[in-house]
């Protein structure tokens, strides 16, 4: 048996147990997503000053220099901490181009991540022009300003077509020690990370391979009782374990749906 502590699902799926695969945005397309953006923070601007009434600022400058401010502190921090804070990363232009701001996990980021973001978009998108955030993303692979790179966030592509991948098939060398192994409850992170890598192990160096098929194995192993027959290959273990998981999963259910077809009447 392995022991506890050497597999961390978080090191190959979210929180949420869901592959990591959302294409970090690049700078044109996040360029179309501000100007988006400013174009409709302008058009309020403007809807705003034409419903005040205009002789309120001439009879006091006073008050027409603190409107001036407010409106200023509300396009460049305000309302972006609004927006991407209640929409967890997404603001107008972001909407339309399909972009969302995440963490580096790929969680959803908060009111500190949004605070973080605006107040560093004042000083690289308003007092430079854009010019250091246009800097600054294109140093990077994940096309991070300067404000991702404080907050510990990046953009990413939101509209991604999911894709189902096949499910494991057991190996038939293995198929008598299945039948009679004891396959306790294995974490939904750990039954993801084992999927993701099975249908993909073919397309990893050989070194990511080893090293990444080994943590997997050993995690697995950990739920389940007897050990494999020697010899047996961590991959086929691993495969045949989930492929019994899953039909095991299935002959519940099955179960369950006869038992609610004799014990409720039949729909009218």
């Known amino acids: 048996m392995?022991?506890?502590?050497?597999?961390?699902?978080?090191?190959?799926?979210?929180?949420?147990?869901?592959?990591?695969?959302?294409?970090?945005?690049?700078?044109?397309?996040?360029?179309?997503?501000?100007?988006?953006?400013?174009?409709?923070?302008?058009?309020?601007?403007?809807?705003?000053?034409?419903?005040?009434?205009?002789?309120?600022?001439?009879?006091?400058?006073?008050?027409?220099?603190?409107?001036?401010?407010?409106?200023?502190?509300?396009?460049?921090?305000?309302?972006?901490?609004?927006?991407?804070t209640l929409t967890h990363g997404r603001t107008l232009g972001k909407l339309v181009m399909g972009l969302r701001t995440v963490r580096d996990d790929t969680g959803p980021i908060g009111l500190r991540h949004a605070t973080i973001r605006a107040l560093a978009g004042t000083f690289e998108l308003w007092m430079t022009l854009g010019s250091v955030a246009l800097i600054t993303a294109m140093t990077n692979e994940k096309a991070k300003r300067l404000g991702d790179l404080l907050a510990g966030t990046y953009v990413v592509h939101d509209r991604v077509r999911l894709r189902m991948l096949p499910p494991p098939q057991s190996s038939p060398e293995l198929a008598d020690w299945v039948a009679g192994a004891d396959i306790g409850v294995i974490p939904d992170g750990l039954v993801v990370a084992t999927r993701q890598f099975l249908a993909r192990a073919q397309t990893l160096t050989p070194e990511a391979r080893a090293q990444t098929g080994s943590e997997l194995y050993a995690a697995v192993l950990h739920h389940v009782a007897p050990a494999p027959p020697a010899g047996a290959h961590p991959e086929q273990v691993m495969a045949t374990v989930l492929a019994r998981r899953r039909s095991r999963d299935e002959e519940r259910l099955e179960r369950a749906d006869a038992l609610r077809a004799r014990v409720l009447p039949e729909p009218h």
């Open 2 to 84: 392995a022991t506890r502590g050497i597999f961390d699902p978080h090191r190959f799926v979210t929180s949420e147990a869901v592959e990591v695969e959302l294409p970090a945005a690049q700078v044109p397309t996040r360029m179309v997503s501000g100007l988006i953006d400013l174009l409709v923070i302008a058009a309020g601007v403007v809807l705003l000053v034409l419903l005040l009434p205009g002789d309120i600022f001439s009879a006091d400058a006073a008050l027409g220099q603190a409107f001036l401010i407010v409106v200023m502190a509300l396009v460049m921090a305000g309302i972006p901490i609004t927006l991407e």
